[in-house]
């Protein structure tokens, strides 16, 4: 019997210091919800608090008043690494390349964290000596999607966000595996490519660097590999996985020169990217470098076998698998097959483990070949995908989402639902959610049916009505209904799990406001199982399935529960930080704009994630478990609004968030005016300002915010990002928010 693998602890960051303590979630202290509750974590964490230093290029100085201007903070010029107090730390610091070659070795590691940003713009590889000796590596250009990619890069490598956690926590995953030699051959389809996927894989030894004598490089060079990283970067929301596969296993990189696997991993590390694929076959000190100087990115252990003859109940599997485990945060291992039973053999090793090695990474093994096929609807943790619009596929056998999700409906392991989007008269008109849901299913191959249908307060058309069906597969609900509305004299919400109610999610508990309605399934139950909780309403000969009434003939299983969630506040936090890394509010002060609680709650609710310092309101009463981890007054006098232009940075608060109704655009206007400045000429976000009103206006108070040096934001922006979390809580399925902006059209925002 082997003995269990160490699994992986935390080891020292990329620079060689340990990672600090602050790295705790934001939402650590609100986490505990209530009995029966469910945990909502935001993914954003306070990072890494050593001084910022950036190194540019010959008369670039400029990208360090942007990387100032993304993490909140001033900046000043130096001209080297000695002399940096410790007081500087809210500071970031920018060095010429030229002057930064003199000291960067010999700087102070705990207490610095260096960028080395590079222009490709300018025509020239970056300076190979910096690259190395940086911690992390920046490549931008000044045309579209920079200052996103900027935000995303630097969020990432300093620790302020991280979505391993809450993509390991999905019940599937996939990955979709970029074929093109030249990565911008998949950047107009990107949008349609990544539908269903939680990670896009960049296959760095498929990349055919173009020579100048029409010839392709052997090895694509690591400029040319960084500017396909960051080209993907700047097109995609989603994780980056960088394989350098070898020759052996299916790939072009060969397997002569070890430490050029090392070189070119590191690098990835170094760009920021979040996934990294390390070859189990590389030696052993690679590999423990990788892993004790990754940084922020996770490493996927990955072993394949072509040979035919590899067989998962063998003491060699286990033996692979022990050693993976070594320096993993997911173990990855495929093989080819040649008889079906060994698909089963596979799933009794998955289990095995399971049993054997409780603490070890999540792992994803499929088998490949038309033989193997099934296994891919077995595998739950980043089973690799392909797309009928990619060149090649990247492994024999490998299915589409489509496909995938195809099968196992079939296997009836995905049985056919039916999800509503629960509206009122005035919303269904606004937002015609309906042909985005049946696109994105169809893209996805999903069974489920799709409809649209107003609610009423009580009676057949009421929300416990549709959700008593026992064909009920989830709901949003636009607008948000409040968990008391919900649930006043609901016998059949009240009867769900065992009398206790439905579970709600930390988030929903505490915003009280409920848009997403999640199926629970128990365990299969015989029609006869139903609860009597509602009398039934037999569907009439020849009424749609989404007719004048739920067909709830045999009621909700009584096995199965639903989960109450906000997705609302995901999506104000996604737009929030999407120009703008988390630290650029920690401590700020807001004012939210609001007619009543309800309306501010889901972005109260965000902006306590993002740890503002203080918010001012207006309209409305914050109930007492949304005031705390911040100080919040309201405005009652002239001193108030005095004591908020007073505050804060640049004379007033940093953000500003509307929930007022479109029909008061031009008191928001005026507000807005009073809390800005003017921008004048430079492109630096001074302040935020997010405007939550959909419908017809007299005025436009964001071409206003602009003109007063605001960064502006709609509600296209927020009902995108929160599209695109209802999605991925009704269905388990990720759709990025660009697929949603394209596919959804002008009407839906």
Not at 227 to 240: A, D, F, K, N, S
Not at 502 to 513: D, F, H, N, S, W
């Amino acid at each position: 019997m082997l003995t269990q693998a160490p699994m992986p602890v935390h080891r020292p960051s990329t620079n060689g210091s340990l990672t600090p303590d602050v790295t705790m979630d934001i939402d650590s202290k609100a986490a505990e919800p209530s009995a029966g509750g469910v945990s909502t974590r935001s993914g954003l964490r306070r990072g890494d608090t050593r001084t910022a230093v950036i190194v540019y290029g010959p008369s670039q100085e400029q990208i360090v008043s942007t990387f100032a201007d993304v993490l909140g903070k001033p900046f000043r010029l130096a001209d080297s690494f000695q002399g940096v107090m410790p007081v500087e730390k809210e500071l970031v610091l920018g060095i010429s390349a030229e002057d930064a070659r003199i000291s960067v070795a010999s700087r102070d590691r705990n207490a610095m964290v260096v960028i080395h940003a590079h222009n490709v713009d300018l025509g020239m590889p970056p300076d190979t000596y910096l690259s190395t000796q940086c911690d992390y590596e920046f490549l931008y250009t000044d045309r579209t999607f920079f200052r996103r990619d900027l935000a995303r890069f630097i969020s990432f490598t300093l620790g302020q966000i991280s979505h391993y956690e809450t993509l390991m926590a999905k019940p599937r995953t996939f990955f979709i595996s970029t074929t093109f030699p030249d990565v911008r051959a998949a950047l107009p389809n990107i949008e349609v490519l990544t539908v269903g996927c939680d990670a896009v894989e960049l296959r760095v030894d498929l990349l055919k660097e173009p020579l100048g004598d029409g010839t392709f490089a052997q090895i694509p060079s690591l400029s040319y590999v960084g500017e396909q990283v960051m080209l993907l970067r700047q097109r995609t929301e989603l994780p980056i996985i960088y394989t350098t596969r070898c020759v052996r296993e299916n790939g072009r990189f060969p397997m002569d020169d070890p430490n050029l696997f090392y070189e070119y991993l590191y690098r990835a590390i170094q760009w920021g990217v979040e996934y990294i694929d390390v070859e189990v076959w590389l030696p052993e000190d690679i590999r423990r470098k990788l892993y004790e100087n990754r940084g922020n990115s996770h490493i996927m252990s990955a072993f394949h076998d072509f040979s035919g003859t590899f067989k998962w109940p063998s003491a060699y599997a286990q033996t692979i698998f022990v050693e993976s485990c070594k320096y993993a945060h997911i173990v990855k291992m495929i093989a080819i097959i040649n008889d079906h039973n060994e698909n089963f053999e596979l799933e009794y090793f998955r289990s095995k483990i399971r049993h054997e090695y409780p603490a070890a990474p999540p792992f994803s093994a499929v088998n490949m070949g038309e033989t193997g096929q099934i296994s891919r609807t077995f595998n739950k943790v980043f089973t690799p995908i392909t797309h009928p619009l990619l060149p090649i596929i990247a492994a024999p056998g490998q299915m589409s989402a489509a496909e995938i999700n195809a099968a196992l409906a079939s296997l009836g392991q995905l049985p056919k639902t039916s999800i509503y989007g629960i509206t009122t008269s005035a919303s269904r008109v606004q937002v015609p959610h309906a042909p985005f849901y049946e696109k994105c299913f169809n893209e996805l191959g999903l069974p489920h049916q799709f409809g649209v249908v107003e609610r009423q307060t009580r009676g057949p058309l009421s929300v416990e009505a549709w959700c008593n069906q026992r064909s009920f597969g989830g709901a949003y609900l636009n607008p948000a209904v409040s968990f008391a509305s919900l649930m006043h004299h609901s016998i059949f919400f009240s009867r769900l799990n065992n009398g206790t109610g439905p579970t709600l999610t930390e988030a929903a508990r505490m915003i009280g406001m409920i848009d997403t309605i999640v199926v629970q399934p128990g365990p299969a139950s015989s029609p006869g199982s139903a609860p009597p909780s509602l009398p039934s309403s037999p569907q009439r000969r020849g009424e749609s399935l989404f007719g004048p009434t739920p067909n709830n003939a045999h009621g909700f299983p009584a096995s199965s529960s639903l989960l109450f969630d906000n997705a609302g506040w995901r999506g104000i936090l996604s737009t929030l930080t999407r120009d703008l890394a988390p630290s650029a509010y920690f401590g700020r002060t807001a004012v939210v704009l609001a007619s009543n609680a309800d309306d501010a709650a889901s972005a109260m609710y965000a902006l306590k994630a993002l740890r503002l310092g203080k918010v001012y309101t207006v309209g409305f009463k914050t109930p007492l478990a949304l005031a705390r981890s911040f100080e919040v007054e309201p405005f009652n006098s002239l001193e108030s609004l005095q004591r908020a232009r007073a505050t804060g940075d640049d004379a007033g608060p940093f953000v500003l968030v509307s929930a007022l109704g479109p029909e008061k655009s031009t008191l928001v206007g005026m507000l807005v005016r009073v809390f800005g400045g003017t921008r004048g000429s430079s492109s630096q976000i001074r302040k935020v300002f997010l405007d939550l009103a959909d419908g017809p206006r007299k005025g436009d108070p964001g071409a206003i915010a602009e003109q007063c040096g605001f960064a502006a934001y709609g509600v296209a922006d927020t009902t995108a990002f929160t599209t695109a979390e209802t999605v991925r809580l009704l269905v388990g399925q990720n759709v990025p928010y660009s697929f949603v902006r394209l596919i959804s059209g002008k009407g839906m925002f």
